[in-house]
């Protein structure tokens, strides 16, 4: 009995001294571990080229631009904070194409990326590239200069879940500031669910073509449009709240091609349940804004605040939302929207007026059913269930607090 208790002993504390290295060698990796200090520092700058973890519940400091390029993955968990530290260049994140960005938080521990000072245009926000298809050629992002677009529509660029973009909007000139989120030619393998952009300089979300889809989103405070698309995106959108301060243009601003109304792919989301509240501006007066041939659906929608709470213009989406009468009839409409102002439509060569269109809207309206690839169908209106606020906890009101 002896003998083999001590041979129990040995064998006890070999594999307690097997445990232990396998615990200091997870802690002291490549920052996977959550449990001790990042050994790469907690300061992004430069560029990656393999993968990093950025640990859960600890703050960065992020100076300049972080670029993650191709094959490489930026990992952010759950609770980090990021700081832009304001120094002498543009603060921000940019992930080419080839690479991913793993960024998911919880509704209890969002990622936050923030700056120093608590100001519109502070840093240059998120840009994303990927290989999803668009309608230009030779587009390079608006900062960093990295090319966007392709074939794969399936592109995967990574996950954003639960993580919020403060004080955005970088100026490099009057004709050039950058968004909270900016995705160019991202594709719908890529995961975007619970993301905020606040109080930024320039527009919340943009897309820039791809196929990516889009669900809970909230833009507040931003002083450009709450969300804006162009150069064919084509992915689909649900449950999204927007809410201006008082400085901002439209509550939606969507376009096709400024130079080719009719380049291909189209501009063609398909949107369900959004919530758009304007600031009562007389200067900027347009609430959803369609126009360079952009097509859409929209589904059990409210707007309020702006004089034309629906505007229409340019001859190609105007086209697309007639009841009939030619070849792009049928292609857009807006059903189940819930309005407290105009729908305006610009007089194009069909001398179209709001009853020759698949544009169902009033003060009235009731919400619809409807079947669309990407959304879920509902039975109400707007973009937040009264049983259901999926803001509260790690998204933020206009004055600063938690929903």
């Not at 298809?133 to 399936?154: F, H, L, V």
């Not at 008082?246 to 080719?260: H, P």
């Not at 340019?314 to 189940?336: D, R």
């Not at 999926?390 to 009101?397: N, S």
Request: proline letters at 2%; one cysteine or more.
């Amino acid at each position: 009995m002896k003998r083999n208790f001590m041979k129990w002993m040995v064998a006890s504390f070999a594999v307690a001294m097997v445990l232990g290295v396998v615990s200091c060698k997870d802690d002291e990796g490549n920052g996977d571990g959550d449990g001790g200090a990042d050994p790469l520092g907690y300061v992004l700058k430069g560029e990656l080229s393999g993968d990093r973890t950025l640990l859960a519940d600890k703050e960065y400091t992020l100076e300049g631009g972080y670029i993650v390029n191709d094959g490489a993955k930026l990992i952010i968990k759950e609770g980090v904070k990021i700081t832009a530290a304001e120094g002498n260049n543009c603060d921000y994140i940019l992930v080419k194409q080839g690479g991913k960005l793993e960024a998911v938080g919880t509704a209890q521990k969002p990622i936050v990326l923030t700056a120093k000072s608590a100001r519109p245009g502070a840093w240059g926000g998120i840009h994303i590239c990927g290989k999803a298809p668009i309608n230009t050629t030779g587009s390079i992002s608006e900062i960093g200069d990295a090319p966007y677009g392709g074939n794969n529509a399936n592109d995967n660029s990574g996950t954003l879940r639960y993580l919020r973009l403060e004080y955005t909007g970088y100026a490099f000139n009057e004709e050039k500031e950058s968004n909270g989120l900016t995705l160019y030619g991202v594709g719908n393998g890529t995961t975007i669910e619970y993301v905020q952009a606040f109080m930024g300089a320039d527009d919340g979300i943009e897309w820039f073509g791809g196929t990516v889809n889009a669900k809970y989103l909230v833009s507040v405070g931003n002083e450009d449009d709450l969300f804006d698309w162009t150069d064919g995106w084509s992915g689909a959108g649900q449950f999204w709240y927007g809410e201006q301060s008082s400085v901002g243009d439209c509550l939606i601003e969507a376009d096709n091609n400024a130079t080719n109304n009719l380049a291909t792919p189209n501009s063609y989301p398909k949107l369900a349940n959004v919530t758009l509240k304007g600031n009562g501006s007389s200067a900027e007066n347009k609430g959803i804004r369609l126009r360079a041939g952009t097509w859409a659906k929209i589904y059990n929608t409210e707007v309020s605040g702006k004089a034309n709470s629906i505007y229409v213009e340019t001859n190609n989406t105007i086209e697309s939302f007639l009841k009939s009468g030619n070849s792009l009839s049928g292609s857009s409409l807006i059903n189940g929207c819930k309005i407290d102002n105009n729908i305006n439509i610009q007089t194009n060569r069909f001398n179209a007026v709001a009853a020759d269109l698949n544009i169902t809207a009033s003060a009235s309206a009731s919400a619809v059913s409807f079947s669309e690839t990407g959304l879920t169908s509902t039975n109400y209106l707007g973009g937040v269930p009264s049983d259901s606020d999926w803001r509260k906890g790690w998204a933020k009101k206009l004055d600063g607090s938690l929903f």
